[in-house]
């Protein structure tokens, strides 16, 4: 009998879902990730906004990925006590122009949206809301929409998990399968420990995997700026609109972000600052010049053809199991995907099509 049912490497926004979600059924789960710990830096805020593009399109599978991903936040925070886990205020799309106020307005009625979620303001009511906001035609308000503290989110998620029986290894480790025995082996530090199953969720290094490099995963650079406001800013929800905008604490703002397809490093650059910068005059009228940067960063999305995150086994390995491609919806995605590929691993349920792994065989 092996150790563990699965060893999860990458104990990112996929990772800790998955191995969550392995440990709620009562399997037990190995979690590896040489570069985080429960104290990491990450990324200072992320959007969940189920309304998506410049179409406001509502999410894939919408009401079910934000519930899971709401459920274990909320798990979170009466687990943590902590109140900066995320920021429950909303989200303001601006129409900043003819286009846009059409292509919003349609998404009132095309989509099936929750009850609640969203509604139309007009210019006035917006400029109430926020007297910083550019000129605009009205827009959509995501009632449901938050920001979490991804940082906070994953640093305490890792010593939740820990705390709920997951076994937390943040130092290199390596893999073989042993075809013989039906296991895998992992080797951690002086330890070989052995699993029934390796799930690799390893953003955008899993084509690092040699089993998952020949798969149509693009990565996608993209760089964020924070800022902080001389004096306390008047507002406290997020802004979409041709780029996005994140409230913490007080006076500081987040605003993202480059999507850069060719990119020979991930270090910030001047040229992305001066987008980022252009993106934050497009949402706020004359708020340049009241803010000063603090940091600026960079992450790699994967994104997929589909636009759909990537679950199941390895054609050939079928005890080898990948779970990536979290595009630009990573937290929406999240918990409603790890518990789809639970249910397939533990209960035998097949993967919708649209996010199996076998749908890029010929
Ligand atoms: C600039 C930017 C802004 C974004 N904004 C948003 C947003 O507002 N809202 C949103 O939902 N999403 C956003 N995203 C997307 C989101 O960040 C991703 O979808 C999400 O992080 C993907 O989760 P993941 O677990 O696949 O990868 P990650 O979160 O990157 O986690 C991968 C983990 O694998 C680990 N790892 C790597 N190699 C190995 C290895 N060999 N062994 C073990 N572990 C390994 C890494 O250390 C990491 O912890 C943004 C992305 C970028 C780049």
Same mark, same amino acid.
């Given at each position: 009998m092996s150790d563990f049912y699965a060893a999860v490497f990458g104990a990112g926004i996929c990772g800790t879902a998955i191995a969550n979600e392995l440990n709620k059924k009562g399997k037990r789960v190995l979690l590896v990730d040489p570069y985080v710990s429960e104290n990491a830096p990450g990324p200072p805020a992320g959007l969940v906004n189920p309304a998506t593009g410049m179409r406001a399109k509502l999410c894939w599978n919408g009401k079910a990925c934000y519930d899971a991903l709401r459920n274990q936040i909320e798990t979170l925070i009466e687990y943590s006590g902590c109140n900066d886990l995320i920021s429950d205020t909303g989200v303001l799309r601006p129409a900043i122009n003819e286009k846009l106020a059409k292509n919003f307005k349609k998404a009132l009625d095309k989509y099936d949206w929750p009850e609640g979620w969203v509604r139309w303001m007009g210019e006035e009511e917006i400029q109430e809301l926020n007297p910083e =906001?550019?000129?605009n035609l009205g827009g959509l308000y995501l009632e449901c929409g938050y920001t979490v503290y991804v940082d906070n989110y994953l640093n305490t998620y890792r010593k939740y998990l820990r705390e709920q029986?997951?076994?937390c290894r943040y130092e290199e480790a390596d893999y073989c399968y042993n075809s013989s025995s039906g296991q895998f082996t992992i080797e951690v530090g002086e330890e070989e420990i052995t699993a029934d199953h390796l799930i690799v969720a390893a953003g955008y290094r899993t084509p690092e995997f040699e089993e998952w490099s020949g798969l149509p995963l693009e990565g996608v650079k993209g760089q964020i700026v924070q800022f902080e406001a001389q004096e306390d %800013?008047?507002?406290d929800h997020a802004v979409s609109a041709k780029g996005y905008s994140m $409230? $913490?604490?007080k006076r500081q703002l987040i605003v993202g972000s480059t @999507?850069?397809?060719n990119f &020979?490093?991930? &270090?910030t650059t001047e040229e992305a600052y001066e987008r980022i910068a252009g993106k934050l005059d497009i949402m706020f009228a004359d708020i340049s010049s009241k803010l000063t940067k603090q940091v600026q960063m960079a992450g790699v999305r994967v994104t997929t053809p589909n636009r759909l995150p990537v679950i199941g086994r390895h054609p050939e390995q079928e005890q %080898?199991? =990948? @779970?990536?491609g979290m595009n630009s919806k990573g937290l929406l995605f999240s918990h409603h995907v790890a518990s789809l590929l639970t249910k397939h691993l533990v209960d035998g349920e097949e993967i919708p099509?649209? %996010?199996n792994v076998r749908r890029f065989e010929d």
């Open positions: =906001i550019a000129p029986g997951v076994t %800013l008047a507002w $409230r $913490r604490g @999507y850069e397809h &020979d490093s991930l &270090d %080898l199991c =990948i @779970y990536t099509e649209e %996010l």
